[in-house]
C-alpha cells in the first residue's frame, strides 16, 4: 500500500519521561529517517538508518537514540525527555537510491514535553 | 546558515490564481532537487524530482524548473484550487544514494482564498 505509519500521532510528557517514537513501512525500504520539524527551520535530520542494525547519526543526534531491528520497523527513543525536544518528529522512508526515487513521510507525531 | 532559502515565506493568492514559488540554494554538489506538499499537521508529499541540468518537470497542475548554474529552482502552480493550500518544501540533495544528505528549506506558506 505504499505507506509510513507512525505512532502515536500525539503524546505528551513530562520532563525527565522516556519516550519511544514507532514507524512502520511497508515497502521493503532499506532506508529509514527520523526527523524533526520547529516552527520556520527546515527539517532536521535525528537518525538515518540504512538497514537492520545499521544506524548512523544525523545533524542534531543528541538526546536520542533509535532501534531498528526488522526492515519494516524504525524507532526513536528519547531517554528522559527535555522540554527543548518538544517538536513534531516525521519518520521517512526510502530506496537506497534516492536520486530518483520517492521518499515517503510518515504524518507525524506531535511531541509536547512538559 | 542555511544553503536552502525559499521565498517568499508565505503568499496569498485567489482561487483560479497562478502562482510561482522560488528556491536558491548553496548546497555543493547539488544530485537532484525535489519540491514536497505539506498540509497542515500532514506529512511531506512527493511532488516532483529533479535530476539533471535545465530539468523541467510537470505534474497535473504542478511545474517545476531547475537551473544547476544558478543554483535555483521554480514550482509552478496554474489554477490554483483551495485545496492547494499547503506549505511547499523545497529539498536539495547532495548525493545520489540514501549516504548523502537532504538539504530541507524552511518552506512557503501558499494560502488559497475563493
Known amino acids: 500500500d505504499m505507506k509510513v505509519t507512525q505512532m502515536p500521532r500525539y503524546l505528551i510528557k513530562r520532563m525527565g519521561e522516556n519516550v519511544l517514537l514507532e514507524c512502520g513501512q511497508d515497502m521493503s525500504h532499506e532506508t529509514m529517517y527520523w526527523y524533526r520539524q520547529d516552527p520556520g527551520l527546515g527539517l532536521q535530520l535525528i537518525y538515518i538508518s540504512y538497514d537492520v542494525d545499521s544506524n548512523s547519526e544525523g545533524d542534531i543526534p543528541k538526546g536520542y537514540r533509535v532501534s531498528r531491528k526488522k526492515r519494516e520497523h524504525f524507532s526513536l527513543i528519547l531517554d528522559s525527555a527535555k522540554t527543548n525536544q518538544t517538536s513534531v518528529y516525521f519518520c521517512?522512508?526510502?530506496?537506497?537510491?534516492?536520486?530518483?526515487?520517492?521518499?515517503?513521510f510518515g504524518h507525524g507525531t506531535k511531541l509536547s514535553v512538559l | 546558515k542555511t544553503q536552502v532559502e525559499q521565498s517568499p515565506q508565505s503568499l496569498v493568492v485567489r482561487q483560479g490564481e497562478n502562482c510561482v514559488l522560488q528556491c536558491n540554494y548553496s548546497v555543493t554538489p547539488d544530485n537532484h532537487l525535489r519540491w514536497f506538499k505539506q498540509d497542515t499537521g500532514k506529512g511531506l508529499v512527493s511532488l516532483t524530482v529533479?535530476?539533471?541540468?535545465?530539468d523541467k518537470t510537470s505534474n497535473g497542475r504542478y511545474s517545476a524548473t531547475l537551473d544547476k548554474d544558478a543554483k535555483h529552482s521554480t514550482l509552478h502552480i496554474t489554477a490554483t484550487l483551495l485545496d492547494d493550500t499547503a506549505t511547499y518544501i523545497c529539498?536539495?540533495?547532495?548525493?545520489?544514494?540514501?549516504?548523502?544528505?537532504?538539504?530541507f528549506g524552511a518552506g512557503t506558506q501558499l494560502i488559497v482564498i475563493p
Open positions: 529539498v536539495v540533495g547532495d548525493r545520489g544514494s540514501a549516504l548523502g544528505r537532504l538539504h
Open positions: 521517512a522512508s526510502s530506496l537506497r537510491d534516492i536520486s530518483n526515487e520517492r521518499l515517503f
Open positions: 529533479l535530476v539533471h541540468e535545465n
